[in-house]
């Protein structure tokens, strides 16, 4: 069975700075993209940031030149440095896989959610 599994996360004031980790686990042949979401009270859940396993990025334009998403494909595990926070980012943050797992087919995985509050 394989897990997402989330870390950090917390209260941050404006212009503060958190680091968000998740490192997958159980039977897992290959990973493809990780990457973060986040969902704000009452939206959809939106792309933040995505790496490819040969470290290729995607970002939201929301956090461009503020949150830097990386990944360690030994320890499967993708980080999210988040610089300069703001009010909007506050939200429920959401790691994200897409791997080969033991049915030998790629699928996405989600972590359990980790909140994100950014407030003075």
């Known amino acids: 069975q394989v897990q997402l599994v989330e870390s950090g996360g917390g209260l941050v004031q404006p212009g503060g700075s958190l680091r968000l980790s998740c490192e997958a686990s159980?039977?897992?042949?290959?990973?493809?993209?990780m990457g973060w979401f986040r969902q704000a009270p009452g939206k959809q859940r939106d792309l933040v940031a995505t790496?490819?396993?040969?470290?290729?990025?995607n970002y939201a334009d929301s956090v461009k030149g503020r949150f830097t998403v990386s990944r360690d494909n030994a320890k499967k595990r993708v980080s999210l440095q988040m610089d300069s926070l703001k009010p909007e980012d506050t939200a429920v943050y959401y790691c994200?896989?897409?791997?080969?797992?033991?049915?030998?087919?790629?699928?996405?995985?989600w972590g359990q959610g980790t909140q994100v509050t950014v407030s003075s």
């Open positions: 994200y896989a897409e791997l080969k797992d033991w049915s030998a087919r790629f699928k996405h995985y």
């Open positions: 159980g039977t897992i042949f290959s990973i493809n993209d």
């Open positions: 790496i490819s396993p040969g470290g290729g990025t």
